[in-house]
T-cell receptor, first 111, second 116 residues
Framework: DAKTTQPPSMDCAEGRAANLPCNHS???????VYWYRQIHSQGPQYIIH???NNETNEMASLIITEDRKSSTLILPHATLRDTAVYYC????????????FGAGTTVTVRA | NAGVMQNPRHLVRRRGQEARLRCSPM?????VYWYRQLPEEGLKFMVY????????ESGMPKERFSAEFPKEGPSILRIQQVVRGDSAAYFC??????????????FGPGTRLTVT
């Protein structure tokens, strides 16, 4: 039961912002949006999460639409090391500890 | 602060043998999660443990697989009588109590199991 939809792949130029979309039209009011990424052959890495408001940390920004049916992860200045598979995950913060990874978006940053 | 450690990083077993995968969580982390990534597939949740307790094993195959997180020592994922279909990357993640509910999990580098 796929809760999120992401494009399978996208390219980005080094130094430019990378905008990764995610649709979650069936999201419930108590479900958060999480982003993780997996660089080739490594374990996934937590990036950011949010509920309603936009969030920013040292890695990225998360923009959630007002109706919460979609969101965008923004990598402000993509580097070659940002090449990875990016996963958008929705889950209830409490009572459901498992993360359900879909196919994600394969992001390739090109020099 | 060392990250999540998993060993071995690569494990080769013949069909029918046992595989033991170890995970040492980050210091201060009391929650451990195991995920499996089959070739060309996404990560699938297997089990969630706290010290000496299995909280959620809904993703574990019913047979041959078991997991523990003892009071002392690493978490162990044990696969008995391995078959070729068990070949996969097994990732462990950990979180401290306060981050568990926030969904922040810190992953190890994984153990790549190959069954010949």
């Amino acid at each position: 039961d796929a809760k999120t939809t992401q494009p399978p792949s996208m390219d980005c130029a080094e130094g430019r912002a990378a905008n990764l979309p995610c649709n979650h039209s069936t999201i419930s009011g108590n479900e958060y949006v999480y982003w993780y990424r997996q660089i080739h052959s490594q374990g996934p890495q937590y990036i950011i999460h949010g509920l309603k408001n936009n969030e920013t940390n040292e890695m990225a920004s998360l923009i959630i639409t007002e109706d919460r049916k979609s969101s965008t992860l923004i990598l402000p200045h993509a580097t070659l090391r940002d090449t990875a598979v990016y996963y958008c995950i929705v889950r209830v913060a409490r009572n459901d500890y498992k993360l359900s990874f879909g196919a994600g978006t394969t992001v390739t940053v090109r020099a | 602060n060392a990250g999540v450690m998993q060993n071995p990083r690569h494990l080769v077993r013949r069909r029918g043998q046992e595989a033991r995968l170890r995970c040492s969580p980050m210091k201060g982390h009391s929650h451990v999660y195991w995920y499996r990534q089959l070739p060309e597939e996404g990560l699938k949740f297997m089990v969630y443990l706290q010290k000496e307790n299995i909280i959620d094993e809904s993703g574990m195959p019913k047979e041959r697989f078991s997991a523990e997180f003892p009071k002392e020592g690493p978490s162990i994922l044990r696969i008995q009588q391995v078959v070729r279909g068990d070949s996969a990357a097994y990732f462990c993640a950990s979180s401290p109590y306060e981050a568990a509910e926030r969904g922040e999990q810190y992953f190890g580098p994984g153990t790549r199991l190959t069954v010949t």
